[in-house]
């Protein structure tokens, strides 16, 4: 390989790396479809919906419903593009390892760095409404409140968000646990709040009218616009099903199936909690109100306890959004941290446990400090840019992967392509005009940042670069027994295969390596 040409992994190379087709550095598979669709509902239904609804009706009105459709759009073309690529390539790198894969390891880099803004700052978005609607929960059952210089950040009149802190401390616990775990809890919570999102549509509609939608569009195109820039972060957390790309049963088929479900479930569903909240209170007594859905409740039952009820649906749903996205952030790390990009702490797994103890730790460390101290509007706004920067790159990854590996084995093909993807390019950018110059200018700066330090220690310590030994069970530049599909084609520019365990080399299939020490 050339020094000027991009350093890019095989699908086959990533797969044999992580033991994805067997089971990588002693991860378990433990997730079958139901749960991964909960695990799915549960990264993404939470603060998006039960607080930021407020904020995208202050934007586009009773024409929220358009934005929401909208978002939706945008998340159906890239959905198709992460189907395709999570059944093609199931590892725990999601994103990253699909940008590897397809354009090379600076682009990788710069994707694993923003996904530290999807996975990781929007952790620390989804504690601070979680604390706003703890402090409704609470008000509800005891007629307390928590002190704002303990349940807000100094942006908003406090001086430390102390929930928002201990809701990252108690996702953390969990995760270390074991994912057959963290699986249980995610799909409990996540049967949980839908069914409270239900439960408020129907209370919802009982009060709706119709002249509260009048007049629908009074801000405009540019409103609609705005509010699905906004609304768009209702949708992040889906991709974080191909996070579990080494956990799940039988992923080639999985994968695809609980993205698609999970995409057209929520989507319906905030349509319906979207329609039911202003056509019962009026966007304008719902705009700019935190905790909205609690406030349509009181209002149309005239009693605190419906609204009690919803205050404890968000505290669970926000809950499990803050478990499922820090699991992402964690595998997505890992990946990283195998080929040699962040530090190698972050692929450590525990032999007792099988999961990444001290990364799970490190990251609730880092992410409860703007969860403590940040504002929720500040957060959201650039967690929504780089994650639809993501998912720009995510579409053009299947056309450079169609390209570049024609042979491989995909049990998903994205429908209507090229078309798709290019539209899920285009939807993208539509919504990142829509955040703003002020956005764009902190999501440049951030960019810049993240560049520097793939220049200084990222191109420096990458394993691909240093040529990794190929494994004695595999010649060199083949993939590893069980690694990929009969027809599947071998990069031919690609460096050797990394070394692959022996136990998982010589294993069965289905029979997993050793757990590596912590």
């Known amino acids: 390989m050339s020094p000027s040409a991009p350093r890019i992994k095989s699908p086959q190379q990533l797969i044999a790396e992580s033991g994805a087709d067997l089971e990588g550095h002693g991860l378990k598979r433990t997730m079958g479809l139901f749960q991964l669709v909960c695990f799915g509902v549960g990264a993404i239904v939470g603060t998006g919906i039960f607080v930021g609804l407020s904020d995208?009706?202050?934007?586009?009105?009773?024409?929220?419903?358009?934005?929401?459709?909208?978002?939706?759009?945008?998340c159906v073309f890239t959905a198709f593009s992460f189907a395709e690529l999570g059944a093609a390539i199931p590892v725990s790198g999601s994103s990253y390892s699909f940008a590897y894969a397809s354009l090379g390891e600076r682009v990788a880099f710069l994707v694993g760095w923003c996904l530290l803004l999807e996975y990781g700052v929007s952790v620390s978005a989804v504690a601070v409404g979680w604390s706003q609607y703890l402090n409704e929960l609470l008000d509800s059952l005891v007629g307390l409140r928590l002190p704002d210089v303990l349940s807000a950040g100094p942006g908003d009149g406090g001086m430390i968000n102390l929930p928002a802190v201990i809701v990252i401390a108690l996702a953390a616990v969990l995760l270390v646990r074991g994912v057959r775990e963290s699986a249980r809890a995610t799909a409990a919570m996540a049967v949980l709040k839908i069914g409270i999102l239900v439960l408020f549509c129907a209370v919802g509609f009982t009060a709706f009218n119709d002249g509260n939608l009048s007049p629908f569009a009074g801000h405009g195109a540019a409103g609609i616009t705005a509010g699905a820039s906004l609304a768009f972060f209702s949708y992040i957390g889906f991709d974080a099903i191909t996070t579990a790309g080494e956990e799940v049963k039988n992923p080639r088929r999985?994968?695809?199936?609980?993205?698609?479900i999970c995409l057209g479930v929520v989507t319906l569903l905030y349509g319906a909690v979207a329609l039911s909240a202003i056509g019962a209170l009026g966007a304008d007594d719902v705009a700019g109100r935190p905790a909205a859905l609690s406030l349509v409740v009181d209002?149309?039952?005239?009693?605190?306890?419906?609204?009690?009820?919803?205050?404890f649906g968000a505290v669970v749903a926000i809950a499990s959004v803050v478990l499922a996205v820090m699991y992402g952030q964690t595998r997505v790390l890992m990946s990283m941290s195998r080929d040699g990009l962040v530090p190698r702490v972050f692929e450590r797994v525990s032999p007792k446990s099988a999961t990444p103890v001290a990364n799970t730790w490190i990251v609730a460390a880092v992410f409860a400090v703007p969860a403590a101290f940040s504002s929720l509007d500040v957060v959201v706004g650039l967690t929504t840019i780089g994650t639809l920067a993501v998912m720009a790159v995510v579409n053009i990854a299947v056309i450079a992967l169609r390209r570049r590996n024609p042979e491989l084995s995909r049990s998903f093909r994205v429908p209507l392509y090229p078309l798709s993807p290019v539209l899920?390019?285009?939807f993208c950018l539509y919504l990142i005009w829509g955040t703003g110059w002020t956005t764009w200018v902190q999501f440049a700066a951030f960019l810049a940042v993240g560049a520097l330090v793939y220049a200084l220690y990222g191109r420096r310590n990458s394993?691909?670069?240093?040529?990794?030994?190929?494994?004695?069970?595999?010649?060199?530049?083949?993939?590893?027994?069980?690694?990929?599909?009969?027809?599947?084609?071998?990069?031919?520019d690609a460096v050797p295969v990394a070394a692959v365990p022996a136990s998982a080399a010589s294993a069965p299939a289905g029979a997993g390596p050793e757990p590596r020490e912590g």
């Not at 394993?463 to 069980?482: C, I």
């Open 463 to 492: 394993r691909l670069a240093a040529g990794a030994p190929a494994s004695a069970d595999a010649a060199p530049g083949a993939a590893a027994p069980g690694a990929s599909a009969p027809g599947d084609a071998v990069q031919p």
């Open 254 to 260: 999985n994968i695809p199936i609980a993205i698609l």
């Open 56 to 74: 995208s009706v202050a934007e586009a009105g009773p024409a929220v419903v358009v934005s929401f459709v909208l978002a939706a759009i945008t």
């Open 299 to 311: 209002q149309v039952t005239g009693s605190t306890i419906g609204g009690g009820i919803i205050a």
């Open 424 to 426: 899920g390019v285009g």
